[in-house]
């Protein structure tokens, strides 16, 4: 599938029904209906049922699929433009270190094996301290330190443009930055900042590679960063997209239960045959209705279901001819049928026909509201109108304006076939209005990069959200950036009151008020449309019957210590 997440920043993925982009699955055929199709509050947070450490065997392999690998993806650093990608961070997971982890209904704690304490010591001015667990090192043994922080941070911050970062939200309020000692340090904001626990969530980097622009921004293009957790690569087969992990023998914390990790880079289309034929002992089909019916049928599988954080939209370039108007982006807009992908998309494997309403929240979420329905409700006439309105012309089922015709294509990446359904979908919803798409299939690995450097019209994926939407969405729609920069505004464009409106969001502690700008900060995105949001994709895994504690949940991160297989 094709994400793109929030990292402290949303994943991107290619081809949900991925704010690190996500990826694709296959397009639906089966019945649309589901007899057991689940509304997001069903649906349990932690999709798996949990089994105690010590009744797991000791050993053995998983053997688990991505759409696409870190090195295809462009960067096995996860906070660069093209690393904060959820297929990337689903590979790095096992060898990744976060000094918070997140429990099953989204409040944080510490991780210990990476923190003693996290303590906000001051509101005026805003200053945490982080004191770290001295046992914590990196591969080769090396302590990992306050300077790393301090490193990671000060790459992060934005304020030396050689280093490639996804996302500066709250790196650069960060005003002071204080070594106590080499497990000890804190530091101070600028104002306060509501969602500072969320500096503490992103992938932490060695100084000597985070003090280093080159090393930081391509000194991982095709290799992994040192790890900090329980296991390490082994192998990195470039040629077959296989990443190997081994257990990490400097790791300090509980042992793992499993020997080895392997994650493969294939189609989606191929991957629910790959798992019933048991060359992968877990398939994530979210939307695929069809290999949902084909890894379902697996002899002792497991069906795992939980709610996420991701939603599938369409991506418009505002630099491209016609794209460049409003009017034009709104009419797409609106002769989209929102509703009806939704239903295609989610009702086949189980889950509730929603669309997606906000830029910022998740139905169901405090602070959300369907602004998009309410602004840009489906209206075909109505899109017509919008066109006819802005001086353009509709002669013979084309439209011009000063010797311009509308029409425009989509990209997707081969081998995602919900991506392509998506795509599909759009064309039929503008040839309605009269304005042709074209579907443009891409390499996998080339798809982001195009994405990246505007080489496209339109694009649809996948974000996947964090546990702090206000803040992590802001990378999304501004600043406006530019094709080949860094930062993870791909529509190019932006509304000046929204660097306001953020700045009011991040510094407001009261909750309600901060929903209420987020609220303004919706509207305004939605009237200048550089997307168009269309459901939250559905978290589907079947498993084998016996791997346990691996699986979807909205907040919690699977702890790969305790994955493994039962006695």
């Known amino acids: 599938m094709n994400t793109m997440r929030k990292v402290g920043a949303p994943l991107a ?9 996500a990826g694709c699955s296959k397009a639906n055929t089966a019945d649309t209906k589901s007899e057991n199709t689940k509304s997001r509050t069903e649906i349990p947070l932690v999709g798996w049922k949990p089994v105690d450490y010590d009744k797991l065997t000791d050993g053995g392999t998983v053997n688990l699929a991505v759409s696409s690998d870190p090195t295809g993806n462009g960067n096995w650093n996860p906070n660069t433009s093209l690393g904060a990608n959820d297929e990337t961070n689903q590979v790095l997971a096992p060898a990744a270190c976060g000094l918070i982890k997140f429990k099953s209904d989204g409040t944080w704690e510490a991780d210990e094996d990476y923190a003693e304490s996290i303590k906000l010591v001051s509101e005026s001015p805003e200053t945490v301290e982080v004191k770290l667990n001295d046992k914590a090192v990196w591969e080769d043994g090396t302590p990992i330190t306050a300077d790393d922080y301090k490193a990671t941070f000060a790459a992060l911050s934005g304020k030396d443009e050689k280093f490639d970062i996804a996302s500066s939200a709250g790196f650069e309020d960060v005003s002071s930055f204080e070594v106590v000692s080499p497990t000890d340090f804190k530091f101070t904001f600028t104002d306060a900042y509501a969602d500072w626990p969320n500096l503490l969530n992103g992938a932490i980097v060695p100084a000597k590679i985070a003090s280093d ?3 930081w921004s391509k000194g991982y293009v095709d290799k992994p960063l040192p790890s900090c957790g329980p296991f390490v690569a082994s192998k990195v087969d470039a040629t077959n997209h296989i990443v190997t992990y081994a257990k990490n023998p400097k790791w300090w914390g509980q042992a793992p239960k499993l020997d080895t990790i392997t994650f493969k880079a294939m189609d989606q289309a191929t991957q629910a045959q790959a798992f019933t034929n048991s060359e992968l002992n877990a398939v994530e089909v979210d939307s695929d209705a069809d290999g949902y019916t084909m890894a379902k049928g697996k002899a ?7 709610g996420g954080l991701t939603w599938t939209q369409v991506t418009i370039n505002g630099l491209k001819p016609g794209l460049d108007d409003v009017a034009v982006r709104t009419a797409i807009a609106k002769s989209i049928d929102r509703e009806l992908m939704a239903k295609t998309a989610n009702e086949p494997v189980g889950a509730a026909a929603e669309t997606q309403g906000s830029y910022i929240f998740m139905p169901g979420q405090a602070g959300y509201t369907d602004v998009v329905g309410k602004n840009l409700k489906f209206d075909v006439d109505g899109a017509k109108k919008i066109l006819t309105d802005a001086g353009y012309t509709d002669a013979n089922g084309t439209w011009t304006k000063d010797g311009k015709t509308l029409k425009f294509s989509v990209i997707v990446p081969s081998g995602v076939d ?6 599909l979908q759009i064309q039929q919803s503008l040839k309605a209005i009269d304005i042709p798409i074209e579907i443009q299939t891409v390499p996998s690995d080339d798809y982001f990069q195009k994405i990246t450097d505007g080489d496209y019209d339109l694009a649809t994926f996948s974000w996947v959200g964090t546990q702090f939407p206000i803040s992590t969405a802001e990378s999304l729609f501004t600043p406006a950036g530019k094709p080949g920069g860094d930062g993870q505004n791909f529509s190019f464009i932006t509304d000046p009151q929204l660097e306001g409106l953020w700045k009011q969001a991040n510094t407001e502690l009261d909750e309600d008020k901060r929903a209420e700008i987020a609220g303004q ?5 939605s009237k200048f449309v550089p997307m168009v949001p269309f459901a939250p994709a559905p978290q589907v895994f079947i498993v084998d019957g016996n791997l346990a504690n691996y699986g979807p949940a909205e907040f919690q991160a699977v702890d790969w210590t305790e994955v493994g297989y039962t006695k």
């Not at 002792?300 to 939980?306: G, H, I, K």
């Not at 919900?418 to 795509?423: D, I, M, S």
């Not at 900060?521 to 995105?525: C, K, P, Q, T």
């Open 13 to 21: 993925a290619l081809g949900l029904a991925a704010m690190a982009l």
């Open 213 to 215: 622009p080159n090393a």
């Open 300 to 306: 002792d599988s497991v069906v795992e279901r939980s």
């Open 418 to 423: 919900t991506n392509k359904a998506r795509a």
């Open 521 to 525: 900060i919706d509207d305004v995105i």
